[in-house]
Nanobody, 117 residues
Framework: QVQLVESGGGLVQAGGSLRLSCAAS????????MRWYRQAPGKRRELVAT???????NYADSVKGRFTISRDNAKNTLYLQMDTLKPEDTAVYYC???????????WGQGTQVTVSS
């Protein structure tokens, strides 16, 4: 079992920045891949960014060049640095971690990000 607690969401003006954190506890030694997803009202949940255990990163086209995913293995924490935010980035952001026994991953409770124009 892995428990995830997200933080760092809030209200920001367009062009501003936020940094989301996701603290993991439990069977953290088995974590393979860590991801950030987001879900805007009335829309499907979408993958935003991925980081593997080896540090390889991937991003959705909509956030490339603006968002940076990182992980601090010593602190068992996943981050998402979001710069040059746009109103269309408004969503609930969720972290997801994958283990060998749970390919679908574990989910955090979500943190709201609201970008005003």
């Amino acid at each position: 079992q892995v428990q995830l607690v997200e933080s760092g969401g809030g209200l920001v003006q367009a062009g501003g920045s936020l940094r989301l954190s996701c603290a993991a506890s439990g069977s953290i030694f088995s974590i393979i891949t860590m991801r950030w997803y987001r879900q805007a009202p009335g829309k499907r949940r979408e993958l935003v960014a991925t980081i593997t255990s080896g540090g390889t990163t991937n991003y959705a086209d909509s956030v490339k060049g603006r968002f940076t995913i990182s992980r601090d293995n010593a602190k068992n924490t996943l981050y998402l640095q979001m710069d040059t935010l746009k109103p269309e980035d408004t969503a609930v952001y969720y972290c997801n971690v994958v283990t060998p026994l749970r390919p679908s991953g574990y989910w955090g409770q979500g943190t709201q990000v609201t970008v005003s124009s």
